[in-house]
């Protein structure tokens, strides 16, 4: 089956694509298995020869929308309230930091 799984499509025969298809489910639910599996031990301190654990992306929010229109800042807004990163860009992430960063809040994306 592994040499099969990892052919290039258009190498496989009829009969091969056709075996494989009844068992992908199994082979996707294997390969998260194993991902979430590493994953829980590098979170426990294991460490994965040639991979490192990073912070996962996420995505930055005011807090109160109002408060932080209300804070002062020239051109907050554009057609709505100017997204986090944005505003950080034009304003500098020190001054940004010192004006609005109370306002922020990340949420974190898996």
Known sequence: ???LVFAKPP???DEEVTGLLGRLDDLIRWAEDLKNYALDQALRGKQWPGWKLVAGRTVRRYTDEAAAAAAGCKDIYHSSLRSVAKR???MGK???AEILGKFVYKLSQN
């Open 1 to 3: 089956m592994a040499r």
């Open 11 to 13: 190498l496989l025969t």
């Open 88 to 90: 950080e860009k034009l």
């Open 94 to 96: 020190k001054t940004f």
